[in-house]
């Protein structure tokens, strides 16, 4: 049986992206990065990082209710969110919120899933493929979720999977199959080319229920092995560790080297360390980490011109409207996504709470925010946050 850690989380901070020795890794060379999480962090709004930004009001109908937002997608004009464990279900809006369609398949009939994991879209068949667990499928739809387009078999059992030019590369989250291997490289067929870093005994059957191992940029996968920090590319080939994100004495303790270990840590100890990157990106631009240190979820910025980054802090919105930043739930190339649940968006519509008056503060950013969503119940679909990115 899986164990699962989860961590919550909250809000955000930055910091120092300092290029240190280089380190070996079998024959590979990759940079360690130090990043000194005492230093001074900056507003995210004050890096050039943000472009603009766009709300979206989720409809709400009988048919429509987003338990939880585990994935957030963008493509083409339509927004996929998957509801791993709430619903167990990938609900499609477009751009303006309004639901297109819901696809619900649970059982164990043809078509069907135990337990829906994960999903990416396929530019190259045009296909919205949704990951499987227990049952080990893709099943393969088009984009608008109408049509059950083929039913694929995978040969291991996966927890997350991601892209390439010429396959797509798997996560097994330390389930120990054939090799004993994290990540399984599989053709367009889905057939195993092979399969690369070992799991680490002491945390098998053990992975992040609310972090994201893989992003891609340009046709190539990315994974970032938990604990260790450390970035690879994602190719037919296998994976290659690029840098590790080193964060010194707040990194993750050699001694809690098994699963066990971490169960006996006291929840304020654990805090003190970064347990986890929840997910990361790169653009043409940035490499953008999200994670949670001290029980606060923080915002690393890297600039691959300057080489210089940041720890950003990203707090209340009063440019265009006065709104908290969000949760953060995905990190594409062109935007941060981030969710605000109608709870705690209603305050911000009605103009006012308990202990303040926004209408009065902030009209024209009030009067903003009316435009797109008039009125709000706290029983709604959240609103997603867009932040587009500069290039």
């Not at 164990?108 to 990416?120: A, C, K, N, S, V």
């Not at 879209?121 to 393969?140: K, V």
Request: aromatic share 12%; with cysteine.
């Amino acid at each position: 049986m899986n164990k699962v850690l989860s961590v919550s989380v909250a809000s955000l901070v930055s910091c120092l992206f300092l290029f240190s020795c280089q380190m070996q890794c079998n024959t590979c060379e990759f940079q360690s990065i130090t990043i000194d999480l005492d230093e001074h962090t900056v507003e995210l709004q004050r890096l050039s990082l943000i472009k603009d930004i766009r709300i979206v009001r989720l409809e709400t109908n009988d048919s429509v209710l987003v338990g939880r937002i585990d994935k957030v997608l963008i493509h083409d004009g339509k927004i996929y969110i998957g509801d791993f464990y709430a619903s167990q279900s990938l609900f499609i809006f477009d751009m303006q919120g309004k639901a297109i369609r819901k696809i619900s398949r649970k059982g164990r009939g043809p078509g069907e899933y135990i337990q829906l994991r994960d999903f990416f879209i396929d530019d190259q068949s045009g296909t919205l493929n949704l990951l499987t667990r227990n049952s080990s499928e893709i099943l393969s739809f088009d984009l608008d979720g109408t049509s059950l387009i083929s039913q694929t078999e995978l040969p291991k059992e996966l927890v997350a999977i991601c892209p390439m030019r010429d396959g797509v590369v798997g996560y097994a989250g330390g389930y120990a199959q054939d090799g004993s291997y994290e990540l399984w490289i599989l053709d367009e067929n889905y057939k195993v080319v092979r399969g690369d870093i070992p799991i680490k005994k002491g945390w098998e059957s053990m992975y992040y229920n609310d972090a994201y191992a893989f992003s891609s940029y340009d046709g190539v996968g990315y994974f970032l092995a938990p604990r260790e920090n450390l970035i690879y590319s994602c190719s037919e080939k296998g994976a290659t560790p690029l840098f590790r994100l080193d964060f010194g004495k707040y990194g993750w303790p050699e001694q809690v080297n098994r699963f066990e270990k971490l169960q006996h840590l006291d929840p304020n100890e654990a805090n003190g360390f970064v347990q986890k990157i929840n997910c990361f990106q790169q653009t043409e631009r940035y490499w953008v980490f999200y994670f949670v240190f001290e029980g606060q979820p923080r915002l690393l910025v890297y600039d691959k011109q300057t080489r210089a980054s940041r720890l950003c802090e990203p707090v209340v919105n009063e440019t265009k409207y006065f709104l908290p930043f969000g949760r953060i739930r995905a990190i594409s190339q062109q935007a941060i996504i981030t969710e605000i649940s109608a709870l705690n968006m209603k305050p911000f519509v009605d103009g006012r709470d308990e202990y303040n008056d926004f209408e009065k503060d902030y009209p024209e950013q009030t009067a903003r925010l009316r435009q797109i969503i008039p009125s709000i119940e706290v029983d709604d679909n959240p609103c997603l946050i867009i932040y587009q990115l500069n290039p």
